[in-house]
T-cell receptor, first 117, second 116 residues
Framework: AQKVTQAQTEISVVEKEDVTLDCVYE???????LFWYKQPPSGELVFLIRRNSFDEQNEISGRYSWNFQKSTSSFNFTITASQVVDSAVYFC??????????????FGKGTKLSVKP | DGGITQSPKYLFRKEGQNVTLSCEQN?????MYWYRQDPGQGLRLIYY???????QKGDIAEGYSVSREKKESFPLTVTSAQKNPTAFYLC???????????????FGSGTQLSVL
């Protein structure tokens, strides 16, 4: 079965601290895709990144970086020098051919990040 | 500007009443989705539609119904059979929505449904 686990329910940091959000996944697909979405207080989910299972290269986008490790089935997200505007709920998601949701996205339960000034 | 519009933002349902949540997109996307979000939970798929006049049940379809008569519209009805309807409902769309898709979803701003 497919599953996404975000073990950290809530994280609180002070502005300018670095913070890593963990994501561990399970799938029997050989080809799959991993995503991160941000949900600010307004409620709308915002797409951050998509990664396919064949590309283990880490990615950096400004203060955001992602570490994909197939060996540990993890796709962790790091925010460097956090800012108050980073406060949101962050979701990791998985899509593939098998498992639940008929191949559609399966979401983790989310990590609520609070960045205090 | 292209996007997804959900209305209303807040909705209240009386016991035994059916209510309909609206979702409209002007992105010319083929696929549309409805998700339910409960506090502290991830998003769970209710229904999805890959083309007009066709839709499929998701993981938690019981007590819900949908229609897809137009490409841009995918309304969700929460029926009286849904015994625990209080939740945040999110509509999304993607360009094609094929199985095991790598496509990103674009989301609306959601509707908070509460029971009176």
């Amino acid at each position: 079965a497919q599953k996404v686990t975000q073990a950290q329910t809530e994280i609180s940091v002070v502005e300018k601290e670095d913070v890593t959000l963990d994501c561990v996944y399970e799938t029997r697909d050989t080809t799959y895709y991993l995503f991160w979405y941000k949900q600010p207080p307004s409620g709308e989910l915002v797409f951050l990144i998509r990664r396919n299972s064949f590309d283990e290269q880490n990615e950096i986008s400004g203060r955001y970086s992602w570490n994909f490790q197939k060996s540990t089935s993890s796709f962790n997200f790091t925010i460097t020098a956090s800012q108050v505007v980073d406060s949101a709920v962050y979701f990791c998601a998985l899509s593939g051919t098998y498992g639940g949701s008929q191949g559609n996205l399966i979401f983790g339960k989310g990590t609520k990040l609070s960045v205090k000034p | 500007d292209g996007g997804i519009t959900q209305s209303p933002k807040y909705l209240f349902r009386k016991e035994g009443q059916n209510v309909t949540l609206s979702c409209e997109q002007n992105l010319n996307h083929d696929a549309m989705y409805w998700y339910r979000q409960d506090p502290g939970q991830g998003l769970r798929l209710i229904y999805y539609s890959q083309i007009v006049n066709d839709f499929q049940k998701g993981d938690i379809a019981e007590g819900y119904s949908v229609s897809r008569e137009k490409k841009e519209s995918f309304p969700l009805t929460v029926t009286s059979a849904q015994k625990n309807p209080t939740a945040f409902y999110l509509c999304a769309s993607s360009i094609r929505g094929t199985r095991g898709s790598n496509e990103k979803l674009l989301f609306g701003s959601g509707t908070q449904l509460s029971v009176l």
